[in-house]
Structure formats: structure tokens, C-alpha cells
């Protein structure tokens, strides 16, 4: 039997073209049965009217029953073929049909509509792009600002830290004792480039 569960099929017949399909099969089963249990039932009579038959009633059920299994498969074989063009071309509603109560769900549009549509679709899209990297844009400068704002913080409590050494080391004013670490600096590195040049002057002599 077919699995395909039909369903649109189911809606305008009011039942499932298989459950039709194995009703018709039961059907013809129980009939085939019938006419076996009925032709045995005759041959039982015709062969008591022959006197001394050798042929008893367990040799004609099993004749029966072997001719009802004949039957059977060739009927099994021609129902499936009968079953596929039932299921196909009677019981099948095509993909392009809609029951009367669907119209009003019919949506026509023609090749251009289609195009349109698609075109709409990618004008979307960019515009759905463009927003996102303009959202993206003052996320990425918050996070640019988090970071300078972290490092000035930790310039700050540089400062700090550093005035609070030249207060403990008896100076008053942090911007005197900064000019005068600055000055003190470039002498020792005016000092240290003649002590270089003097170093590479005697090497040279």
C-alpha cells in the first residue's frame, strides 16, 4: 500500500484514498475466499454421488487451499498495479488544482510579480546590512573609548603614585620637582652622549 498520506485528497473525498484502496482489497480478498469455500462446498456433493471415489475431503481442501494460494498472489500482483493507476490518475487531485473552498487562498502572479518581489527582497536585505554596520559603527567607537579611558585612568594614577613620592621625599610643588626631574634628565643624557663620542673618538686614535 502507497505511504504518501494524500491529505489534500482526504479533504475533498472525506476519506483517505488508501483507506479506500485496502477496503477495496479486503474486499475482493473476502470474496475470493467465499468462492473457493463455495466451490469446495460443490465438488464435496458431486464427488458423493460417485460411488467408491478414492478422493477424500482433507485431499480437497488441501487442492483448495492450494489454488486459493495460486489466487491470491496472482491477485496481489495485479491489485498493486491496480492500485498505483487508482491512486495516480482517479484518486489523486493534481498539483495544480484547488478545491472551491481554497480559491480565496490563490494568490496569482505572473513572472514580472516574481521579479519585482525578488528585487524588493535584495533592496531589503542591503538596507538591513547598511543599518547593521551603522549600529555596529558607535559600538565599536564606545568600546575605543572604554579603552581610552582605561589607559588615562592609569595615567592618572601614575601621577598620583608620583606626587605622592615627591611629598614624602619633602617636595612641596609636583610641577617644580617634574621641571627639574625633565632637566635633570637631558643633562644626564647631554653626559652620556659626549662620554660616547669621546669613547668612540679614542678608539678611532
Known amino acids: 500500500m502507497s505511504v504518501n498520506p494524500m491529505t489534500y485528497e482526504a479533504q ?21 475466499f ?10 464435496l456433493k458431486k464427488l458423493d454421488g460417485i460411488p467408491d471415489c478414492d478422493i477424500s475431503p482433507v485431499q480437497i481442501r488441501k487442492c483448495t487451499e492450494k489454488f486459493l494460494c495460486f489466487m491470491k498472489g496472482h491477485f496481489d500482483n495485479l491489485f498493486s498495479k491496480m492500485e498505483q493507476l487508482f491512486l495516480q490518475l482517479i484518486l489523486r487531485i493534481p498539483s495544480n488544482i484547488l478545491l ?4 480565496c487562498k490563490e494568490i496569482p502572479y505572473s513572472e514580472e510579480d516574481f521579479q519585482r518581489l525578488q528585487k524588493d527582497f535584495e533592496q531589503l536585505q542591503e538596507k538591513y546590512k547598511t543599518e547593521l554596520c551603522i549600529k ?12 581610552v579611558q582605561a589607559k588615562l585612568k592609569q595615567t592618572l594614577t601614575f601621577f598620583d603614585e608620583l606626587q605622592n613620592v615627591v611629598r614624602d621625599h619633602g617636595t612641596s610643588d609636583f610641577r617644580e620637582s617634574l621641571v627639574s626631574l625633565v ?5 644626564l643624557q647631554n653626559i652620556r652622549d659626549s662620554v660616547e ?4 673618538r679614542l678608539k678611532i686614535s
Open 100 to 103: 472551491p473552498e481554497d480559491k
Open 183 to 187: 632637566q635633570n634628565s637631558r643633562k
Open 197 to 200: 663620542k669621546e669613547s668612540k
Open 136 to 147: 555596529q559603527a558607535p559600538l565599536a567607537e564606545l568600546e575605543e573609548q572604554k579603552i
Open 34 to 43: 467465499e468462492v473457493m469455500q463455495a466451490v469446495e462446498q460443490v465438488i
Open 12 to 32: 475533498f473525498f472525506g476519506f483517505m484514498p488508501q483507506t479506500c484502496m485496502l477496503r477495496i482489497y479486503i474486499a475482493f480478498q473476502d470474496y475470493l
